[in-house]
């Protein structure tokens, strides 16, 4: 008996077992094809995990763009919504707002039900970079290890079985050292596609354990202000002084090519200063990609489904940007051999600094003693 395409067994399925993420959803003033185009072209397409279920019980007449697979149409895609959902509550798909439904219906605030007890908690989909706004939320953070430990002892079986393992490796063979300067000890300076765009000057930093974009990159972006959320706790450098944040921000990440293109939603702190770096991507982006990074071989590695993105670091840039923040203070030539050139680079005038003080009045010498008159104040 042929069942039709409105009454697949596999739709039944779907509708069964399917959770949706938030409790509302937006309403839409184009369909949902129309907004994935979109998404395409701005490098907002997070790549959806692969569909489940045996494709010989799907609908074979049904055709999905979002995972490339069939079994439903794009318009049917219950993922697709979600995606859609989280960017236009992240700032962005705001042209897609349907206004005059809005205004008849409230939409309540950004809450997500609480995730389905068998769905894939190994994806990350968002970056928080900051661990709390006080010192309690700080505390709790650290905490936070030592209780995840003690549950991986108790449910360490369940923990296993649920990771995800990527089937291809991340490796550094010799074959990645090609065209590697050596000896060189140079930070690892990428160019990456953030928000559609690319960005050059990105120092990967393992040492920073938040995202740094810096304003005048925010603003080379052309991305809106009114997207930022106020941040209450200061950024601290390694030496103790501080800076006040100017915010935070959600912008995409994408690397990779169609159909092994992958998106990541990272969470950056703007700061408003002075800086020779466009971005700093520290820890919370490299756990986000997945990402290994080998400095000797100046490279970082991204999986993109079944592939591996390799991004070479950029020495030349990566020099400059070191010699640009120096020279101001220090004799670079001194300090680092391999910068060479008749860069006039400012000096500090030591006759000046050896000069003693002088008095302003007229000196009268005192006599200690008499019988050495020598001996004076």
């Not at 000057?201 to 603003?219: E, H, N, Y």
Request: charged share 25%; with cysteine.
């Amino acid at each position: 008996m042929n069942v039709p395409n409105e009454m697949h067994p596999e739709t039944f399925r779907r509708a069964r077992t399917w959770n949706s993420k938030y409790a509302n959803y937006h309403a839409l003033n184009a369909t949902r094809e129309q907004i994935l185009a979109t998404l395409h072209e701005t490098g907002l397409l997070t790549k959806p995990e692969p569909l489940r279920g045996e494709p010989s019980r799907r609908n074979q007449a049904k055709y999905c763009d979002f995972h490339g697979d069939i079994g439903h149409t794009t318009s049917e895609c219950f993922h697709l919504k979600d995606h859609i959902e989280t960017l236009i509550r992240n700032g962005y798909l705001k042209e897609f707002i349907d206004i005059t439904q809005e205004a008849r219906q409230q939409v309540p605030d950004t809450t997500e039900r609480d995730p389905p007890k068998h769905s894939d908690k190994g994806k990350v989909h968002m970056v928080h970079t900051i661990a709390g706004d006080s010192n309690r939320a700080r505390k709790a953070y650290s905490r936070s290890t030592v209780a995840n430990r003690a549950c991986m002892q108790v449910n360490q079986f369940q923990t296993l079985k649920r990771q995800k393992i990527h089937t291809t490796p991340i490796i550094f063979t010799d074959e990645d050292s090609k065209g590697v300067t050596y000896p060189h000890d140079d930070a690892l300076v990428v160019s990456l596609t953030i928000a559609g765009k690319v960005v050059p000057r990105i120092l990967i930093d393992t040492g920073s354990s938040v995202d740094i974009m810096f304003k005048k990159t925010l603003d080379h972006l052309g991305i809106e202000k009114a997207r930022l959320r106020e941040v209450n706790t200061p950024l601290y450098g390694f030496t103790g002084d501080s800076i006040w944040p100017f915010g935070t921000i959600d912008i995409p990440i994408t690397f990779g090519e169609d159909p092994d293109h992958f998106t990541a939603m990272i969470t950056y702190v703007v700061v408003d200063a002075p800086g020779v770096y466009s971005m700093i991507l520290g820890r919370p982006f490299l756990v986000a990609t997945k990402a290994g990074v080998s400095l000797y071989h100046n490279v970082i590695k991204i999986p993109t489904g079944d592939k591996i993105e390799t991004i070479r670091g950029d020495q030349e840039s990566a020099r400059k940007c070191y010699a640009t923040s120096v020279k101001e203070n220090f004799q670079v030539r001194d300090l680092d051999p391999r910068i060479s050139g008749d860069e006039k680079i400012d000096r500090v005038d030591m006759g000046a600094l050896q000069e003693r003080a002088e008095p302003i009045e007229e000196l009268i010498p005192i006599q200690i003693k008499p019988e050495d008159p020598k001996k004076v104040v």
